[in-house]
């Protein structure tokens, strides 16, 4: 099977001759060869979103939403199989797939949207006989570059804004399960989306590069790590682009003593473990406080001994495998080296039992207990099923840890005390705080974003401020000295 990108309404091969190969993670076969973008296909992507950018900026807010609500339909009628593409090529499991595909659908809904959220202000005999108004405008070409860990739902934290807003979009995914944003561009196409407005191109650093560096290209998307978030802001930046890069993250999730430790046993092992921790928003480090650690250790290692590991295609499967097996390799290092530097390996997870081919890219979720701040598991983001406890003896000491941490995406405190609750999610130096919730992702009519090195641009993702990313704003000012009409007409106003 070859994957091809997808440009100006078509399936497009493109002039290079790099490809790369495309992993069912299950079974650590190949599935698929992606064609990998040069700079001349990137080019015909751009030029196809360009040429198409003056009649989509045109087109009648009414039309924008007709085609968004139709899209939206086509999405949630075959969201099932964009569930399965995602599993296939990312590894995991099939509900955890379906719940990525039901988050993108409240982005894609929230987009519908549009006519509402584009009205401006006016303000009438601002000065006599004049009146100021403010409209939002489109941007032009933007760019999308979006990671493997959500392949349905972060494309779609951007490109149904992007496109409902009046821009045009060259979106490149992950080379890693490049599938889905194929599909999701010929959904688009089906629901009446004009050719170019939506294109697709595979690759690596040589299709990002061109992307960054190409001057037609207005604004650039980004989520992946922190390093490469920081190189897209930079580089982007430099050249002239509006750039919003989320980057990665070591999120805490502080336990107080008067907790329910059930529930935040199941909370952390939940939030540590789902999707084989693949997730910017995991929960990596718990901080426990004392005198609740031991309890809680024990609450957790029973938890994860029950988890069901294995093919997420199999029925009662859990947890999948890791999308690759560098991949997986490089999180198993982690693993060794929380050993060699001292930290209490509880629950082993290179010794789960696997429901699933050996050839497959697995590692069993993983505990570490008595966790030190200056340990590489605490340190790095590691990107797996690999959970950390840090012990503190206060709140404030456990505060002091999450806020001296230098990402800032996700938090979340467990307790009953609505005092501490509250004093916490006014001190945390995180974007993102769940109380009793331990991934809380917002809901499409909010933003999405961290702070400090888990963010670099002023926007965070979908909801209102990525309305006010996909749009600039001009403001008119304006006299008319004389009253004018235009004869008569009795039908009804129509919105065309």
Known sequence: MRITHWIGGKSWNGEGSRAGDVYDPA?????????????????????????????WRGASLARRANVMFAFRELLNARKA?????????????LSDAAGEVQRALEAVEFACGVPHLL?????????????????????????????????????????????????????????KDPSASVFIAELFAEAGLPDGVLNVVHGDKVAVDRMLEHPDVKAV????STPIAR???????????????????????????????????????????????????????????????????????????????????????????????AHRDRVVS????????????????RGHPIDGAAEGFWLGPTLFDHVGPDMSVYRDEIFGPVLSVLRTATYDDALDVVNANPYGNGTAIFTNDGGAARRFQNEVEVGMVGVNVPIPVPVAYYSFGGWKDSLFGDSHAYGPEGVHFFTRTKVVTGRWLDPSHGGVNLGFPQNT
């Open 334 to 349: 982690y693993v060794d080296a929380g050993v060699a530097e001292g930290a209490a390996l509880v629950v082993d997870g």
């Open 119 to 175: 009205k401006g202000g006016f303000s009438e005999n601002a000065s006599t006989r004049v009146d100021v108004y403010s409209i939002q405008q489109p941007l032009g070409v933007v760019g999308v570059i979006s990671p493997f860990n959500f392949p349905a739902m972060v494309p779609l934290w951007f490109v149904p804004n992007a496109i409902a807003c009046g821009n045009t979009v060259v979106l490149k995914p992950s080379e």
């Open 231 to 325: 190189y897209v802001y930079e580089t982007g930046t430099r050249h002239g682009k509006r750039v919003q890069a989320l980057g990665g993250a070591k999120n805490h999730m502080v336990v107080l003593p008067d907790a329910d430790l059930d529930l935040a046993a199941d909370a952390a092992v939940s939030a540590g473990f789902g999707s084989a921790g693949e997730r910017c928003m995991a929960i990596s480090v718990v901080v426990a406080v004392d005198p609740v650690g031991d309890e809680l250790v024990a609450k957790i290692k029973e938890r994860i001994a029950a988890l069901h590991v294995g093919d997420g295609r199999r029925p009662g499967c859990e947890m999948g495998p890791l999308v690759t097996g």
């Open 81 to 93: 199989e964009l569930a399965e593409i995602v599993t296939a090529e990312h590894g995991k499991v």
């Open 221 to 224: 998307s980004f989520v992946g």
């Open 27 to 55: 079974t650590g076969r190949v599935a698929a060869r992606v064609n990998f973008a040069d700079a001349s296909t990137v080019d015909e992507a751009v030029a196809a979103a360009r040429a198409a950018f003056t009649s």
